[in-house]
């Protein structure tokens, strides 16, 4: 079992920047590729930013490109979210979740940080 626990949210102004962590206990990150996700109120949740077990590859939706940069240091069991020139459109819970190495499902998922970007 993979325990996952997002830290970092809270609430910003527009243009500002955000910095989510995923930390994980019982069992090391290094063989599960690690994902975040959002939902806005109302919504389905969406991927955002992905990271191979590796490091060597990472993933973004479009409208997170260049603005959003995700980072993993295996020997904290750590993955970073740096969220950069928010948007109050970028106002959701987010997600970390972890899919172990050659399978399709998320199946860990962190509780979810709130992230509010004010106008």
């Known amino acids: 079992q993979v325990q996952l626990v997002e830290s970092g949210g809270g609430l910003v102004q527009a243009g500002g920047s955000l910095r989510l962590s995923c930390a994980a206990s019982g069992r090391t990150l290094s063989t599960y590729t690690i994902g975040w996700f959002r939902q806005a109120p109302g919504k389905e949740r969406d991927f955002v930013a992905a990271?191979?077990?590796?490091?060597?590859?990472?993933y973004y939706a479009d409208s997170m490109k260049g603005r959003f940069s995700i980072s993993r240091d295996n020997a904290k069991n750590t993955v970073v979210l740096q969220m950069n020139s928010l948007k109050p459109e970028d106002t959701a819970v987010y997600y970390c979740a972890a899919r172990k190495i050659l399978t399709t499902s998320y199946n860990y998922w962190g509780q979810g940080t709130q992230v509010t970007v004010s106008s």
């Open positions: 990271i191979s077990w590796s490091g060597d590859n990472t």
